[in-house]
């Protein structure tokens, strides 16, 4: 032990002012790095030390980082009821893209997409499908889960490539009606019913669809560094969409500048699951759709193919630009500059609203 000390001293002998310059060395370095994150607004720990995430790559749903083999799993799509007395729903908080549409009347409803992996114990209420819910389903080509649906709806799918699994029919298996809530609005499945159903049909699940763009959290930062910005960004912290007037399917956005996301309200309260689950979202499009009244009963045809106006939300900012989606391909969605919209990582709502 003597020796092993001896040969320490040896060592820094007559190094004693190199020693004393690393020593002052580090104390400037972390002293300028105090500084500059007190009076930096843009300054960020995570730039100074990254964080080491070289297993993890994008996960082609929604950007979040995963491991490779749970990156390009095929999606699950639930067709979700939002009638007022269907609330609050179940497993909507593990969604990562959910559209919003009037259905008929004035009553709206939900496309809610997962990842085959959530935890998700209970999912629904669960309803029935329309023909343009098909054609969502088809551009993400996932497994769509439902009960039943409008005739032509019905009709589309013999003829449709997705995959679905329909509770009126041989697959009510894979469902099943909560007793304490009232019919129709009691109707759920699980992700682990959703996934025994995929086995059970030998459906392949890797994915098969076109991803957006995502990108890190960046609130200071344009998307594009030459896009002129202050031009037809700007800085909005809330969103309302109002459904044919209807206070009890009002909806609301509100920006969390902490956090960098968005509180979901709805029927004027914040939006729960039946969790608590307090609804988020990093990224809100309002996409601008044609309609037309096809029955009686007020049941709708909604044109999701072609172009029109759409106004993303995100980052504290609303972005004005468009969607297009040609026949039978994948809807983008791009500013004013012709530049497709970079996501955060994260949920995406998209709501439709009707010219």
Do not use: C
């Amino acid at each position: 032990m003597n020796k092993l000390i001896t040969k320490i001293k040896d060592l820094i002998k007559g190094q004693e002012y190199f020693l004393v310059f690393i020593f002052l060395s580090l104390i400037l370095i972390f002293s300028l790095i105090i500084y500059y994150s007190k009076t930096e607004p843009g300054f960020s720990w995570s730039e100074v030390f990254p964080k080491i995430n070289s297993n993890k790559v994008n996960r082609l749903l929604d950007g979040r980082k995963v491991i490779k083999d749970k990156s390009s799993l095929r999606p699950i799509i639930v067709m979700m009821e939002n009638h007022f007395e269907s609330r609050p729903q179940a497993g909507l908080e593990y969604a990562s893209i959910i559209y919003e549409t009037v259905v008929e009347g004035d009553i709206t409803r939900f496309v809610t997409i997962f990842d085959p992996t959530v935890p998700a114990e209970k999912i629904g209420p669960v309803r029935s499908v329309r023909p343009f819910f098909i054609e969502i389903a088809e551009e993400w080509n996932g497994v769509l889960f439902h009960a039943g649906g409008s005739q032509d709806a019905m009709y589309k799918l013999t003829y449709s490539p997705v995959y679905n699994v329909n509770e009126i029919s041989a697959d009510g298996i894979y469902f099943w009606r909560d007793n304490k809530r009232e019919m129709p609005h009691n109707l759920f499945t699980s992700i682990d019913l959703i996934n025994r159903a995929i086995k059970a049909k030998d459906i392949d699940i890797d994915a098969d669809f076109e991803p957006w763009l995502f990108k890190n959290d960046s609130p200071d930062k344009p998307d594009y560094p030459d896009y002129p910005t202050g031009e037809k960004w700007n800085n909005i912290h809330e969103i309302k969409v109002d459904f044919n007037k209807n206070p009890l399917y009002g909806v609301e956005y509100k920006y969390n500048t902490e956090n960098n996301d968005y509180t979901r309200y709805l029927g004027g309260k914040v939006h729960k699951t039946e969790r608590g689950i307090i609804l988020k979202a990093k990224n809100i499009i309002l996409q601008h759709v044609n309609f037309d009244i096809i029955d009686n009963y007020g049941r709708l045809d909604i044109n999701i193919t072609g172009k029109g106006q759409a106004e993303i939300y995100k980052d504290g900012k609303m972005i004005e630009g468009y969607w297009k989606k040609p026949k039978n391909g994948r809807t983008r969605f791009y500013d004013l500059g012709n530049r497709e919209i970079k996501f955060n990582r994260g949920t995406i709502w998209i709501e439709f609203v009707f010219n």
